[in-house]
Structures are given as C-alpha cells and as structure tokens.
T-cell receptor
Framework: DTGVSQNPRHKITKRGQNVTFRCDPISEHNRLYWYRQTLGQGPEFLTYFQNEAQLEKSRLLSDRFSAERPKGSFSTLEIQRTEQGDSAMYLC????????????FGPGTRLTVL | KQEVTQIPAALSVPEGENLVLNCSFTDSAIYNLQWFRQDPGKGLTSLLLIQSSQREQTSGRLNASLDKSSGRSTLYIAASQPGDSATYLCAVRGFQGGSEKLVFGKGTKLTVNP
C-alpha cells in the first residue's frame, strides 16, 4: 500500500493520560500535515512540516500538543494530559512540494478520552 | 480569515438523479480548491483539485467548477448511485501569510436512495 498510513486507528484513554499517534506519509512526499476533525465539522488544521522543519502551527495546538518529524519521514503527534475535549479524529495528510500541492489523507486515528 | 461554507448540509436523492453540491469561500486569494469524499468514520479521499487558474476539472461522473472572483465552486455528480452516499467536503488553500493549510467547509452529507 503506497498511501498515507496512521497508527493506531483507534485509541481509548482516560483523562490525564498521554497518547501518541504516528503518521507515515507517501514515500516521496516532503510535506506533512496534521488536522483534527470533530463530529459534524470539517477538519481543522493543526500543524505542518516541510521535511523535518515544523513551519506552521495553529492556535488550536495548545502546549499540551507536540508534533515531530525527526528525519523528514514519519511524524508523531503527542497529546499530554488528555482532556475530554481532545476526543476527535486526528487526520494526517501529505503532499509533494509543487504549485498544485494536492494533499492526500490517511485513514485517521479516532481518539476517545473517557 | 478564510471561511468556507457548503450548502446544503444534507441532501437525499433517488438513484440516477444528477445533482449539484455548492461551496463558497470568503477570500478569493487562493492557490487551489479540493473536493473530498469522506465515508463514515473514515479518512478523506481526494476527488478533484482545481488550480486557481482553472475553471473546471472532470473525473468520470464528477465535474467541479471554480469561479474564483465570486468565491464559488460546484461539484456536479451525474447519474448518482447508492455508492456515492458519503459526506463531500470542499477545502481551499490560500496564500495569506504563506500558509500551506487547507481550510474546510463542514461538508454536505449525500444519501442516494436505491
């Protein structure tokens, strides 16, 4: 499979626990994005990497959230001290740096905070 | 701040009908616009991408148009099938402040009845 992959697909955790999600982009894509989607809403941008550099962060990304892309390949998104309001689908996308920059999305990680 | 609106929020049609989904955006300074399909609990599948210099794109039974000056796009689905049932999202990539993010609408939930 050459698409974007995300793990785990589902995560249930208790409030206050830390969670980490992984995203593997399409192999030749140098741009990687994280979005969050709550029920009935469109995805909202969280952060964006070009290679290993984190170039943009949304105000939605509080200090409990951290994202990394250490070697410019896969990325991780960590949420510390989870809250019930963090329950959402976390989507990863990747693209090749071009003028048209079509973003391709993974299947998402569904987080439920109890 | 870019805002994307999709009308209607939900649409139910009989199989075989041609239909149009609407998307409007407030800032015409965009690089491109993408239409996505999302099945329940799943990630996003890219359907069509229209560059800001283009007027329309076609893929099979789908045709997307873009009128950048008026801030509108439409997705036309011909001869709808039950398998087309999904939520359709539009998203724009603007160039305010060098941002690479997509800004999404809330989607139109389409049901095609056999």
């Amino acid at each position: 499979d050459t698409g974007v992959s995300q793990n785990p697909r589902h995560k249930i955790t208790k409030r206050g626990q830390n969670v980490t999600f992984r995203c593997d982009p399409i192999s030749e894509h140098n741009r990687l994005y994280w979005y969050r989607q709550t029920l009935g809403q469109g995805p909202e941008f969280l952060t964006y990497f070009q290679n290993e550099a984190q170039l943009e962060k949304s105000r939605l990304l509080s200090d409990r959230f951290s994202a990394e892309r250490p070697k410019g390949s896969f990325s991780t998104l960590e949420i510390q001290r989870t809250e019930q309001g963090d329950s959402a689908m976390y989507l990863c996308a990747s693209s090749l740096e071009q003028v048209w920059d079509e973003q391709f999305f993974g299947p998402g990680t569904r987080l439920t905070v109890l | 701040k870019q805002e994307v609106t999709q009308i209607p929020a939900a649409l139910s049609v009989p199989e075989g009908e041609n239909l149009v989904l609407n998307c409007s955006f407030t800032d015409s300074a965009i690089y491109n616009l993408q239409w996505f399909r999302q099945d329940p609990g799943k990630g996003l599948t890219s359907l069509l991408l229209i560059q800001s210099s283009q007027r329309e794109q076609t893929s099979g039974r789908l045709n997307a148009s873009l009128d950048k000056s008026s801030g509108r796009s439409t997705l036309y689905i011909a001869a709808s099938q039950p398998g087309d049932s999904a939520t359709y999202l539009c998203a724009v990539r603007g160039f305010q402040g060098g941002s690479e993010k997509l800004v999404f609408g809330k989607g139109t939930k389409l049901t095609v009845n056999p």
